[in-house]
């Protein structure tokens, strides 16, 4: 069957390249600092307005139970309701999260491992696994762990999360971190990042070299879009 | 620390270019190579002190690509998209017939195609970045050039003379 040479693929690109580079309108990085700027506001405002929620809902309880206990003195002004303003995404409930994880490991098959079924059927075992919810931003945990006979030293990382935002996932190869060391010292200069979007149920992949006596880390950040919303389930299998 | 402005006009175009030949949408790619480097900005103090924090930004934009990809064809074709991108304001009929070719191949034959022969990445890497052996990429490769030339003729491209 006949097909594109090396050399008249890459001309084909080529020309593709030469042909649009002109068309490119880069918005420019002063449009990516405005748009940063205005995600780093509106996280803030949503904390905020969370926080003015609460007050404004507890003030509203202090007022009620003031109203059955104490009759508003005569003359005082009667109170009113303002519009209250447009609420936030709604976060789930514990349940709703829980189950949320509890899809992500069934996704990645971390809710029943079976090693031994594994082999048989040709599959990598699996070496460890993680699953948690996004109850903060920032970074939430690390794990580690390898196989004690995985010759090759190389492994992949698998990952999906469920629900809303992102997750960024940071993992690298690295020997054993040493007792009372600070995790956040822990991620070697070459550590990678794997941006998971927690909107659709893909599983996402990653390779890691980590012979022995090495361990794989890995650790999860969430976006403020995903706290609340979101759950995911890792595993760490044989390559 | 690397200046973010020098960084952003040094790879924005290229990567959108790449990004494109991939999603087959130009103002889609070019949304998605922005979103990287805003991403990127977020992070810069430390980003920038990776080797290659370029190597960071693609990552990110193919991932959201591949992302953003999965949810547009559920919603629309790819070739009513091709039909609305207006002539004028687009590469030629070769390269339009070009993308057309390149959006009939599954999407993993895709990606490593624009990655292997526009974004100029090695074999490994791409293998690494898809979590596959380097024998499977190549076949992508073989499999993806095959597909091409089904869709274009072999004699039309002109190969530079060295």
């Not at chain 1, 905020?48 to 059955?68: E, P, W, Y």
């Not at chain 1, 469920?162 to 940071?170: D, F, I």
């Not at chain 1, 990653?206 to 403020?224: G, I």
Request: charged share 25%; net charge positive; proline share 8%.
């Amino acid at each position: 069957m006949p097909e594109l040479t090396e050399e008249q693929t890459r001309a084909a690109l080529a020309g593709l390249r030469a042909e649009t580079l002109p068309l490119i309108q880069p918005p420019g990085s002063a449009a990516a600092a405005r748009t940063v700027r205005r995600r780093r506001r509106t996280g803030v405002a949503t904390v905020a307005l969370g926080v003015v929620s609460a007050i404004a809902a507890g003030a509203f309880v202090v007022q009620i139970a003031g109203r059955t206990s104490q009759p508003p003195p005569p003359g005082a002004a009667t109170p009113s309701l303002s519009p209250s303003p447009a609420p936030a995404p709604p976060r789930l409930s514990d349940e709703e999260l829980k189950r949320l994880e509890a899809r992500a490991k069934t996704a990645l098959g971390l809710d029943n491992v079976d090693n031994r079924r594994r082999r048989a059927e040709g599959k990598p075992p699996i070496v460890w696994g993680t699953s948690g919810i996004a109850r903060r931003a920032g970074r939430v945990g690390m794990s580690g762990g390898s196989s004690s006979v995985n010759e090759s030293g190389v492994y992949v990382i698998e990952i999906v999360c469920l629900g809303a935002g992102s997750l960024m996932l940071r993992y690298w190869g690295g020997p054993q971190r040493r007792a009372g060391r600070s995790p956040d010292a822990m991620p070697p200069a070459d550590a990678r990042d794997l941006f998971v979007p927690c909107g659709a149920p893909t599983v996402m992949t990653a390779r890691v070299l980590a012979p022995q006596p090495n361990l794989v880390y890995a650790s999860e950040e969430f976006d403020e879009a995903a706290v609340g919303r979101a759950a995911f389930a890792l595993l760490v299998r044989e390559a | 620390m690397r200046d973010f402005d020098e960084f952003y006009a040094a790879h924005y175009a290229d990567l959108a270019v790449q990004v494109y030949a991939y999603f087959g949408d130009r103002h889609e790619a070019q949304d998605v190579v922005q979103d990287a480097f805003c991403r990127a900005l977020a992070g810069w103090a430390r980003i920038s002190a990776y080797d290659d924090p370029h190597q960071w930004v693609r990552r990110v934009a193919w991932n959201l690509a591949t992302s953003r990809w999965r949810r547009i064809r559920t919603a629309r074709a790819f070739q009513s998209r091709q039909r609305g991108e207006p002539i004028a304001d687009g590469p030629g009929p070769d390269r339009v017939a070009l993308i057309d070719a390149l959006a009939t191949l599954p999407a993993k034959h895709r990606r490593a195609i624009v990655l292997h022969y526009l974004a100029d990445l090695p074999v490994a890497e791409i293998a690494d970045r898809e979590g596959v052996p380097e024998a499977t990429v190549r076949s992508w490769l073989h499999r993806g050039r095959t597909s091409l030339a089904v869709r274009l003729d072999p004699t039309d491209l002109e190969v530079p003379r060295a």
